[in-house]
């Protein structure tokens, strides 16, 4: 493992000597304003709630061997009332605004740029000017104003939209930057309108992965990503005695029916289907996809998430969190960021600099897209995922939520969201989901930091909707997760995979099987009312 910069013996006088410079605290100060703040010391955090409210804070903190400085998304009337699971209206009530942070992470360093640049280019596309910030390691922030934004959207305050309206912002931006600022073409990528060219070749020598894994097949009508194939090209056996029916890849004569012990033979070659399960067109382009690159880490994107603050350093790298413009992106170097060359501190998030409602309109193609998107899975899918019986034991779960339970080296972030969606549709009560996510984190050989699981946890308190996870299997394949069995061609989602085992095990006394709590009662009972009057 690499060594840490805070593992220096001399760190912590760095840190110190960085932030008792006059202009440092002014600086952080300068973009914590109305957001809550904490401390970060080497590996830990700081109590929740705090806040910096003086340049002397700056200081006293880092006598206290403060290492970072991280702070809110969100604006606060004041970030000292907030309190761990306080219910949403409490917490719509204390915001006063919240700005579009986006944490675009990369681990190779000109895709890193090349990404975020794109981001810069679609914002722009769309009318809106935006500032960025080196993380301090191998990734950038982006940000916009909540000043840009509308003060009221279809009636409901822009401030309560949280965090609907930024994931939205997120899924919509990264959509506009695959079909329109990124061009497959043969054996090669092509970004920005042919002023930067990559072949296959070299993404796979650069990153390590294949080829394909950066190709991604969409909707020529809607533009949906075209769902993975169910399997490949299968044979029909019928039997003629009782009327069962099953496939199978290999071609024989006949087979012996499982159900009555008859004689099953041959009907057809069936082949999955190539229509788009959003609006059944047949067609599909090629595109370039974006998430094998990067991840846009949505763990951000949620309430009281914090980021570092401008002008923190990078406990990894002993780098500062600069801002830089966003014309010269490209031709950033991380040595830039040594604390001992930065002179200028420009500020991040200036609402003041903002035009007032510039976002307006990308903020209204956010939320309609993803309302698009939703409307298309329709009410058949949110039915076939409504919570079970009984909570789901983990010997019924699909290979990829195996693995992933065994631990991860990389991807824990998206991991860790897959696997709480899928626990939830599996009938799992949040303390079952806190309790495993624990054990899981313990497993990984490099276990993410408690705040963020102890964060993750908090925001499932808060969120009451059941999702499935993602389905399969580019997601699972690009954590490296995916390793299918016989059954996972029949489903397209691992919590499909879960309940049609558990169907499938029928009132057989499953080991590790669970009674309802009192909270499954009652999750499940508030969906049925939803879908009634859905």
């Known amino acids: 493992m690499a060594k840490l910069a805070m593992d220096d013996p001399f760190f912590v006088a760095k840190a110190l000597k960085w932030y008792k410079r006059r202009d440092v605290q002014e600086a952080i100060l300068?973009?914590?304003?109305?957001?809550?703040?904490?401390?970060?010391?080497?590996?830990?955090f700081g109590k929740r709630p705090d806040g910096l409210f003086y340049p002397a804070d700056v200081l006293a903190f880092a006598k206290k061997k403060t290492t970072s400085f991280h702070c809110s998304e969100e604006r606060w009337r004041d970030p000292?009332?907030?309190?761990?699971?306080?219910?949403?209206?409490?917490?719509?009530?204390?915001?006063?605004?919240?700005?579009?942070?986006?944490?675009?992470?990369?681990?190779?360093?000109?895709?890193?740029?090349?990404?975020?640049?794109?981001?810069?280019?679609?914002?722009?596309?769309?009318?809106?000017?935006?500032?960025?910030?080196?993380?301090?390691?191998?990734?950038?922030?982006?940000?916009?104003?909540?000043e840009a934004f509308p003060a009221e959207v279809e009636g409901k305050p822009t401030s309560s939209l949280f965090p609907e309206a930024p994931r939205a912002l997120a899924h919509y931006l990264l959509e506009y930057i695959s079909n329109e600022l990124i061009k497959v073409r043969e054996n090669e990528v092509i970004v920005f309108d042919k002023k930067f060219k990559v072949s296959f070749e070299?993404?796979?020598?650069?990153?390590?992965?294949?080829?394909?894994?950066?190709?991604?097949?969409?909707?020529?009508?809607?533009?949906?990503?075209?769902?993975?194939?169910?399997?490949?090209?299968?044979?029909?056996?019928?039997?003629?005695?009782?009327?069962?029916?099953?496939?199978?890849?290999?071609?024989?004569?006949?087979?012996?029916?499982?159900?009555?012990?008859?004689?099953m033979e041959p009907q057809t070659l069936s082949t999955t289907t190539?229509?788009?399960?959003?609006?059944?067109?047949?067609?599909?382009?090629?595109?370039?996809?974006?998430?094998?690159?990067?991840?846009?880490?949505?763990?951000?994107?949620?309430?009281?998430?914090?980021?570092?603050?401008?002008?923190?350093?990078?406990?990894?790298?002993?780098?500062?969190?600069?801002?830089?413009?966003?014309?010269?992106?490209?031709?950033?170097?991380?040595?830039?960021?040594?604390?001992?060359?930065?002179?200028?501190?420009?500020?991040?998030?200036?609402?003041?600099?903002?035009?007032?409602?510039?976002?307006?309109?990308?903020?209204?193609?956010?939320?309609?897209?993803?309302?698009?998107?939703e409307r298309a899975?329709?009410?058949?899918?949110?039915?076939?995922?409504?919570?079970p019986e009984e909570a789901i034991p983990e010997e019924l779960f699909p290979p990829c939520m195996q693995n992933i339970l065994k631990g991860l080296v990389d991807g824990k972030k998206r991991a860790m969201f897959a696997l709480t969606n899928f626990l939830r549709a599996c009938?799992?009560?949040?303390?079952?989901?806190?309790?495993?996510?624990?054990?899981w984190n313990k497993a990984n050989p490099e276990p993410l930091r408690d705040v963020i699981v102890k964060g993750h946890v908090r925001y499932l308190k808060l969120k009451k909707e059941v999702y499935p996870p993602p389905n399969c299997k580019s997601f699972y394949q690009d954590i490296q997760v995916c390793q299918p069995d016989n059954f996972c061609a029949r489903v397209k989602n691992p919590a499909q995979y879960a309940k049609r085992k558990a169907e499938a095990a029928g009132g057989k006394n499953v080991k590790g099987r669970t009674k309802l709590t009192d909270e499954q009662k009652a999750m499940r009972k508030a969906y049925r009312e939803k879908m009634k009057n859905a």
């Open 427 to 439: 009938g799992w009560g949040q303390e079952q989901i806190k309790a495993r996510l624990e054990e």
């Open 30 to 44: 300068a973009d914590c304003e109305h957001r809550e703040v904490s401390p970060r010391f080497g590996e830990g």
């Open 377 to 387: 899975k329709g009410s058949k899918e949110h039915k076939e995922f409504a919570i």
């Open 80 to 146: 000292l009332q907030l309190q761990t699971g306080s219910s949403r209206k409490v917490l719509d009530d204390l915001r006063i605004g919240w700005d579009l942070v986006l944490d675009i992470d990369c681990p190779y360093w000109l895709y890193s740029k090349l990404t975020a640049s794109l981001f810069v280019k679609a914002l722009k596309d769309h009318g809106v000017s935006c500032s960025v910030k080196f993380s301090g390691s191998k990734g950038f922030h982006i940000g916009v104003p909540f």
């Open 274 to 373: 190539n229509a788009c399960h959003a609006c059944g067109n047949d067609e599909f382009n090629p595109r370039f996809n974006v998430l094998a690159l990067i991840e846009v880490d949505t763990i951000l994107l949620a309430s009281r998430h914090l980021y570092r603050t401008p002008y923190s350093l990078h406990e990894k790298s002993g780098l500062a969190s600069i801002v830089i413009a966003p014309a010269q992106l490209m031709d950033f170097e991380k040595e830039h960021a040594h604390p001992d060359t930065i002179k200028d501190f420009p500020r991040f998030i200036d609402g003041s600099e903002t035009k007032k409602g510039e976002a307006a309109k990308l903020l209204l193609q956010a939320l309609d897209f993803v309302g698009e998107q």
């Open 202 to 263: 070299k993404l796979q020598e650069h990153t390590g992965k294949s080829a394909k894994e950066f190709i991604q097949q969409v909707c020529r009508k809607c533009r949906t990503p075209k769902q993975a194939q169910t399997g490949p090209a299968t044979h029909l056996y019928l039997c003629g005695s009782c009327g069962n029916t099953t496939r199978q890849e290999q071609y024989e004569d006949y087979l012996k029916c499982e159900r009555c012990n008859g004689v």
